[in-house]
C-alpha cells in the first residue's frame, strides 16, 4: 500500500521561510502524480493552495509556491506570517482514479 | 455561488449502515467529478472515493473498497455515499469536494462536511 508521507510538524519564525515536503513510501513524487496542496484551520473545510505540482489557486498570495524538489514535491512558504499557522495537506494523484493524501503538517509560526 | 452541502451524518451502530448526501448548486452539476474525503477526530484527510458525475465511472480507496457505494443523481445534482459494515474506525467527518474532469485537477470546492459516529 502507497503511503504518502509528510512532515508532522514544522516551525517557522515570523519572515522566515520554510519548505514543507511531500514524498512517497516507495518511489520518487514527479509531476505525473499532480501533487497539490491544502491548508485547513479547526473545524474548516480544507482550502487549495496549489495544484498540478507548481499552480497557485486563485486568491493564494505568491508567498506559496510549489515544486519538485529531489524525489519530493514540495510547498515554499516565504515570509512566514502569524495566520499561516495551520495544518498543511498534499495530495497525489496515483493513478487509475485514485488519489491520496498525506498525513498533514501542522505548521506553527513563533 | 458554488455550494456543496452535506447531510445524513449520524450515531450508528457497529455493523450498520448509513446513506450521505451531498447537494450541490451553483455549478453544471454533470460536468464535474465528485469526491468523498473524510477526517477522523484529529486525524488527516483520507480521499475515499471519486465518481464522474454522470455516474459513469467511479473509484474507491482500498480502505472503503466493498463497503461504500458513491453514487449520483444528476436530476437532483446531489451525491451520495452508501456506506455498509460500518466500523468504528469508520467515525469521522465526511466532506464532498468538486474537481474539474482532470486529474491534474485540485478539490476547489468543499462542503462543510457531516459527522458520522460509529459506536455501540
Known amino acids: 500500500q502507497t503511503v504518502v508521507t509528510q512532515e508532522p510538524s514544522f516551525s517557522v519564525s515570523p519572515g522566515g521561510t520554510i519548505t514543507l515536503t511531500c514524498g512517497l513510501s516507495?518511489?520518487?513524487?514527479?509531476?505525473?502524480?499532480?501533487p497539490s496542496w491544502y491548508r485547513q484551520t479547526p473545524g474548516q473545510a480544507p482550502r487549495t493552495l496549489i495544484y498540478?505540482?507548481?499552480t497557485r489557486s486563485s486568491g493564494v498570495p505568491d508567498r506559496f509556491s510549489g515544486s519538485i524538489l529531489g524525489n519530493k514535491a514540495a510547498l515554499t512558504i516565504t515570509g512566514a506570517q502569524a495566520d499561516d499557522e495551520s495544518d498543511y495537506y498534499c495530495?497525489?494523484?496515483?493513478?487509475?482514479?485514485?488519489?491520496?493524501f498525506g498525513g498533514g503538517t501542522k505548521l506553527t509560526v513563533l | 455561488e458554488v455550494l456543496l452541502v452535506e447531510s445524513g451524518g449520524t450515531s450508528v451502530q457497529p455493523g450498520g449502515s448509513l446513506r450521505l448526501s451531498c447537494a450541490a448548486s451553483?455549478?453544471?452539476?454533470?460536468?464535474?467529478?465528485m469526491h468523498w474525503v473524510r477526517q477522523a477526530p484529529g486525524k488527516g484527510l483520507v480521499w475515499l472515493s471519486h465518481?464522474?458525475?454522470?455516474?459513469?465511472?467511479?473509484t474507491y480507496a482500498d480502505s472503503v473498497k466493498g463497503r461504500f457505494t458513491t453514487s449520483a443523481d444528476s436530476a437532483r445534482n446531489t451525491l451520495f455515499l452508501q456506506m455498509n459494515s460500518l466500523r468504528a474506525e469508520d467515525s469521522a467527518v465526511y466532506y464532498c469536494?468538486?474537481?474539474?474532469?482532470?486529474?491534474?485537477?485540485?478539490?476547489?470546492?468543499w462542503g462543510q462536511g457531516t459527522l458520522v459516529t460509529v459506536s455501540s
Open positions: 469536494a468538486r474537481s474539474h474532469r482532470y486529474y491534474g485537477s485540485p478539490f476547489d470546492f
Open positions: 465518481i464522474q458525475s454522470d455516474g459513469t465511472s467511479s
Open positions: 498540478s505540482t507548481n
Open positions: 451553483g455549478f453544471t452539476f454533470t460536468t464535474y467529478w
Open positions: 516507495s518511489g520518487s513524487v514527479s509531476t505525473n502524480y499532480y
Open positions: 495530495v497525489l494523484y496515483l493513478g487509475n482514479g485514485i488519489w491520496v
